[in-house]
Every structure is written in structure tokens, then in C-alpha cells.
């Protein structure tokens, strides 16, 4: 090989280090720096973002049907809809172990089955005396009509036997306290009367006979409210009588909610009633 040949080769090289010296400044990066920008490319974890970090793009395929791209174990790419939103999975939790568990959002109704949130089940609430954030008491107002015989009461007689005040308690075995008692004579006789109120339904007597309870059924009684001829207001053909703050703490039976009355006749007169000549009305504040 002569002095020309070495020289050419010489010159060749030259001009590619020269190539390679331009390339790589029209690209911002000296050989000695290619380490330090592929590292460039991997953050410390934790580490705080700075403007100008440098970092590999994401691939992914945007897949506005959101169907399957390849099968079972394939290698796949990330999917995103039209706004470049990343596909995820639903995951339905069966169970949630004892903690704190906070819930941002809820974008859908519940479905009917046993769906609870902070212990309540939201679809089987039992109608009845379920209540939340309930404040104070509820006041009821009841009013029957008194069964009576027709003929001369005797003073200390059955007035009226025991009659049932169905559903007074808002539940079965519940507790009330009865506030007010009226009783309107539409006989207009406004005679001394005796007024019981009972957890069961006792056997107290039979009408216009004496009074025959045993001793079983007189602790069911609970209150007793007495009216006196002096408590009445003569309305001309009735009187009313109205007895109020009386106070009287009432129980329903296990598994009832119903009260019972039953009335005496006090007076020593001898009157005599219609077959509905008698309404009560009871004011009964529910617990």
C-alpha cells in the first residue's frame, strides 16, 4: 500500500468523526453526556417533579369500544377511551374487613337485595317503629265508645266492662303516658265515674252488676282516672268532662300494642244510659 491509500483512509475517518460531532450537537448531547440523559429518564422514588424532566412516552391504543385487543395471557397495551382516559376494571368487594373505610363517591343506586352502609340495611327496613335522628314524643288522641246496659245503674256497678283501645302504643310492648281524659254523657246525667286503664285484657264484670275482678287481673291495672260531678260543663242536653296533666305511665302486653278501659259507676243516683251514651277520648303521649 502506497502514502495515498493511508492517507485516504485518514481522511475518511476524519470526516466521520466530523459527521457524528455535528449530528450529535444539532441534538443537544455530547458523547459524554448519553449516560447522563438515559439516566435523566429514571426518578428517585418520592422524588419532587421538576419542569423539564425528561421521560419515556406511554404507549397505548385508544379504543373507544373498549373490547378485548388480544387473548389470555398476551402481551396487550394499555387502552384509552376518546379523552385519553386509561380503561380500569370494576371490582366488586364482597366483604370489607374492621377499619375505616371512606367512600368518595357512590354514582349508582343501590340494588335491591341487603346493601349496608354504617351497619343499617337500606332496603329492609321492616315497616313498624324503626326511627332516625327521632327528637321527643309523639302525642295520640284516641276515642271509643262505651258499651252500656240500658238499664238503672246501680253506685259501685260495672259501667262499662272491658273494651279494647286498639293499636294506643306506637309498638307492641311499648310504653305511653296517658296526659288527658275526656268524657262526654251524652245522657247528660255528669255523674261520679271511675275510669281504668289495664295492660291486659281483664275481666272486670259484667255491665250494671258489681264489680267482679280477681286478684290476677287487678295488677294488670295501670291507671285510674276519677271524675267527679264537679268536673263536668252542663252543655243543656250533655256534659263534658275533661281531666288533664293525669300523667299516668301505660305498658303494652309482650307482643301488643293495644291498651284496655274499662269504667265503674260511683254515684249513688240509680241513672240510666243509651247503648252508646258514653265517649272517651284519651290523650296518650307515646315513648
Not at 50 to 63: P, Q
Not at 74 to 95: E, N, R, T
Request: glycine share 10%; hydrophobic share 45%.
Amino acid at each position: 500500500m502506497n502514502r495515498r491509500f493511508w492517507v485516504a483512509i485518514g481522511a475518511a475517518v476524519l470526516a466521520i468523526v466530523l459527521l457524528a460531532g455535528m449530528l450529535i450537537a444539532l441534538h443537544g448531547t455530547t458523547i459524554g453526556d448519553v449516560t447522563n440523559q438515559a439516566a435523566s429518564t429514571s426518578m428517585y422514588e418520592d422524588a419532587p417533579h421538576t419542569s423539564g424532566d425528561r421521560g419515556a412516552s406511554v404507549f397505548a391504543v385508544r379504543n373507544d369500544a373498549g373490547t378485548a385487543l388480544a387473548g389470555d395471557g398476551d402481551y396487550i397495551l394499555l387502552m384509552v377511551d376518546s379523552s385519553g382516559g386509561l380503561y380500569v376494571a370494576d371490582v366488586v368487594v364482597s366483604s370489607i374487613t374492621t377499619g375505616t373505610v371512606s367512600v368518595a363517591q357512590i354514582e349508582n343506586a343501590l340494588p335491591a337485595g341487603t346493601n349496608n352502609i354504617g351497619d343499617v340495611d337500606v332496603l329492609t327496613i321492616a315497616a313498624g317503629e324503626t326511627h332516625a335522628m327521632e327528637v321527643g314524643y309523639a302525642m295520640d288522641w284516641f276515642t271509643t265508645t262505651l258499651t252500656l246496659d240500658t238499664s238503672a245503674y246501680a253506685q259501685h256497678d260495672v259501667l262499662a266492662a272491658t273494651q279494647t283501645l286498639t293499636a294506643a302504643l306506637r309498638e307492641n310492648g311499648g310504653r305511653g303516658t296517658i296526659m288527658s281524659v275526656t268524657l262526654v254523657d251524652k245522657d247528660d246525667n255528669g255523674r261520679d265515674i271511675d275510669v281504668y286503664f289495664f295492660k291486659d285484657d281483664v275481666t272486670f264484670g259484667t255491665e250494671n252488676s258489681a264489680i267482679s275482678i280477681s286478684d290476677a287481673d287487678a295488677a294488670s291495672r295501670q291507671c285510674a282516672v276519677h271524675i267527679l260531678s264537679s268536673d263536668y260543663d252542663d252543655f243543656i242536653g250533655s256534659q263534658v268532662a275533661q281531666i288533664d296533666n293525669i300523667g299516668c305511665v301505660v305498658e303494652g302486653a309482650t307482643g301488643a300494642d293495644d291498651l284496655y278501659v274499662a269504667a265503674a259507676y260511683r254515684d249513688a243516683t240509680g241513672d240510666t244510659y243509651t247503648a252508646a251514651g258514653i265517649v272517651l277520648s284519651i290523650g296518650i303521649q307515646n315513648h
